[in-house]
């Protein structure tokens, strides 16, 4: 098990609805290697296109807050799966992918200060 998976606990929630009306499963961390671009296997292709058609955008979301992914990682993975842009979920990620993200300055969630990530 990859720490990706060790650390995504969101990917369950999506894993059921890529993998419910599809012959072949794709495991937790397949998933995140597709949608990372560390893995382009096209046998995946419909299981990252149903990720983005399907899954919740709350889903989508709680992966990136997790660490999982970045808006700009998913946003690269609908070029490179060729994902229809017209879906919901396409639409707010590249929204998403252009604004820049805060994250905490610190380990502890008290008094801290946010700052801009680096890209």
Known sequence: MSDDTVK???IW???TTVNAPLP???DADT???????????????????AFFREVGIEVIMDMVVEGSTTF?????AISF???????????????????P???SDG???????LRHARR
């Not at 700009?72 to 690269?76: I, N, P, R």
């Open 31 to 49: 998933l995140l290697e597709c949608l990372n671009l560390s893995t382009t296997d096209r046998r995946w292709r419909p299981h990252v296109r």
């Open 81 to 99: 799966w060729d994902v229809e842009e017209d879906y919901e979920n396409a639409r707010w990620i590249r929204e998403m992918a252009a604004i």
């Open 101 to 103: 993200v805060a994250i």
């Open 13 to 15: 929630r999506a894993l």
């Open 24 to 26: 072949i499963h794709v």
């Open 107 to 113: 380990t502890h969630a008290k008094g801290a200060r």
């Open 72 to 76: 700009d990682s998913l946003s690269k």
């Open 8 to 10: 995504s606990r969101a």
